[in-house]
Structure formats: structure tokens, C-alpha cells
């Protein structure tokens, strides 16, 4: 089992920068790939980045060139720093685990999940 619990979320100006967090604890975190993933009001969850056991990353389109994701294994946490921020990236974020070797961008291949952290970006 492995416990997730994303910070870093909050109401910030077009143009602002964020950086999430998500801490991992249970099994031993470098084992894990691990995936962002947001959700605006009615609509679908959907990938943002990832990142591989061997700290390989792959991001949405819409996340390439402002969105880095990371993973520091010693401190079992993953990042998303998040700059030049729009109104369209609003939306809960959460972060997920996968018991794998690849990177993964399908909800549904991830294991285990955070509670989410929102993040509002006003224009």
C-alpha cells in the first residue's frame, strides 16, 4: 500500500508559478512511477506529467515547456513545478503511483492516488 498526500495548491494570477508536492509513504517509493493528473469541473481527469523509475518525464501537451515534474527518492516526494500558469489550468490536482518500470498516462494503469490539491488561477 502506498499512502499519497499532495500540498502546494492555491489561488494564484495568470502568469504565477506553483510547485506541488505530493509525499509518498508505505512501500518503497522508488519501485513506483509516478503520474499528475488534474480534473476541472466536468470534465475528465487527465494526464499532466509523468515521471519513471529512472526519473524519465512525459508530459501533456498542454504542460510541455511550463510544467516540470521531478522526484526526489531520498525524500519519497514527487514535484510539479507549474509556471506561467492560465486560467485553463485550473482544476484539482493529484498525483498517482504505479508499480512499474515505465512511464504510464492512462488513469486507469495507476495504482494509487492522492486526495488532490486545487489549484485556482484567476485571470
Known amino acids: 500500500q502506498v499512502h499519497l498526500v499532495e500540498s502546494g495548491g492555491g489561488l494564484v494570477q495568470a502568469g504565477s508559478s506553483l510547485r506541488l508536492s505530493c509525499a509518498a509513504s508505505?512501500?518503497?517509493?522508488?519501485?513506483?512511477?509516478m503520474g499528475w493528473f488534474r480534473q476541472a469541473p466536468g470534465k475528465e481527469r487527465e494526464f499532466v506529467a509523468g515521471?519513471?523509475?529512472?526519473?524519465?518525464?512525459q508530459y501533456a501537451d498542454s504542460a510541455k515547456g511550463r510544467f516540470t515534474v521531478s522526484r526526489d527518492n531520498a525524500k519519497n516526494t514527487v514535484y510539479l513545478q507549474m509556471n506561467s500558469l492560465k486560467p485553463e489550468d485550473t482544476a484539482v490536482y493529484y498525483c498517482?503511483?504505479?508499480?512499474?518500470?515505465?512511464?504510464?498516462?492512462?488513469?486507469?494503469?495507476?495504482?494509487?492516488w492522492g486526495q488532490g490539491t486545487q489549484v485556482t488561477v484567476s485571470s
Open positions: 508505505g512501500h518503497t517509493f522508488s519501485w513506483y512511477g
Open positions: 515521471i519513471s523509475r529512472s526519473e524519465e518525464t
Open positions: 498517482a503511483a504505479v508499480h512499474s518500470i515505465s512511464t504510464h498516462t492512462t488513469a486507469s494503469e495507476f495504482d494509487y
